[in-house]
């Protein structure tokens, strides 16, 4: 079993900035194996996936957030970051990550950290 925690959201104005962080860990896993990926669900929009980094560090990016967010990994630490620049309104919502690694048939899931950006 590989466990996904995500922390760092809160509240912040338009133009704000946050850093969130998402922490796997478990038994018989490795990290620097695993394909990694941050989604939000927005309230009435169907979930997407914001930024992608896969296991020897290629990142994408979902067009709403490009040029604003940057996704980075610490393979020492097993954590997954998200830094999010000139946050809009319309990046409220759940963010969360996932982890798919070699070994595992199963992706797993963590329970979300939420973001609010008010005017």
């Known amino acids: 079993q590989v466990y996904v925690v995500e922390s760092g959201g809160g509240s912040v104005q338009a133009g704000g900035s946050l850093k969130l962080a998402c922490v796997a860990s478990?038994?018989?896993?490795?990290?620097?194996?695993?394909?990694l990926s941050w989604h939000r669900q927005i309230v009435g929009i169907e979930s997407e996936v914001v930024s992608g980094?896969?296991?020897?560090?290629?990142?994408t990016y979902a067009d709403s957030v490009q040029g604003r967010f940057t996704a980075s990994r610490d393979t020492q630490k097993s954590t997954l970051y998200l830094q999010m620049n000139n946050l809009k309104i319309e990046d409220t919502g759940l963010y969360y990550c996932?982890?798919?690694?070699?070994?595992?048939?199963?992706?797993?899931w963590g329970l979300g950290t939420q973001v609010t950006v008010s005017l």
């Open positions: 996932s982890a798919s690694c070699v070994g595992w048939e199963q992706t797993f």
């Open positions: 478990g038994y018989g896993f490795s990290f620097s194996r695993c394909a």
């Open positions: 980094v896969s296991a020897v560090g290629t990142t």
